[in-house]
C-alpha cells in the first residue's frame, strides 16, 4: 500500500503564490514518477503536473508552476505562482502516473487538498 497526504492548500488572491506538499509512505520504489492532479467544481479531474527524472506540465499553465521532489524526504512539491481564479480546484497528489506526458494517473490517490483563488 502507499499512503499520499497533501498540504498547503488553502485561499489566496489572483497572483499571489502558494507551495503544496505531498508525503509519500508506504511501499514505493525511489525516482517512480509522481505527481499532481486538480479537480475544479463541476469538472473532471485534470493532469497539472508530474515529475520523474525530468518534470512535465500541462500545457495550459503557462509556465506558472513548478513541481519538485526530495525523495530523502519522500515529498514532492508543486509551487503555483501568479494563481488564476480557474485554478481555484482540489489538488491530489497522484502515485505513479505514466503514459504520454505522464498524464494518465496512478492507482494512489491522496485525500486531496483545497484552493482557492479569490478576491
Known amino acids: 500500500q502507499v499512503q499520499l497526504v497533501e498540504s498547503g492548500g488553502g485561499l489566496v488572491q489572483p497572483g499571489e503564490s502558494l507551495t503544496l506538499s505531498c508525503k509519500v509512505s508506504g511501499r514505493t520504489y525511489p525516482f517512480m514518477s509522481m505527481g499532481w492532479f486538480r479537480q475544479a467544481p463541476g469538472r473532471e479531474r485534470e493532469f497539472v503536473a508530474a515529475i520523474a527524472s525530468v518534470p512535465y506540465y500541462s500545457d495550459s499553465l503557462e509556465g506558472r508552476f513548478t513541481i519538485s521532489r526530495d525523495d530523502n524526504k519522500n515529498m514532492i512539491y508543486l509551487q503555483m505562482n501568479n494563481l488564476k481564479p480557474e485554478d481555484t480546484a482540489v489538488y491530489y497528489c497522484?502515485?505513479?502516473?505514466?503514459?504520454?506526458?505522464?498524464?494518465?494517473?496512478?492507482?494512489?490517490w491522496g485525500q486531496g487538498t483545497q484552493v482557492t483563488v479569490s478576491s
Open positions: 497522484n502515485y505513479p502516473p505514466g503514459g504520454t506526458g505522464m498524464q494518465r494517473p496512478g492507482d494512489y
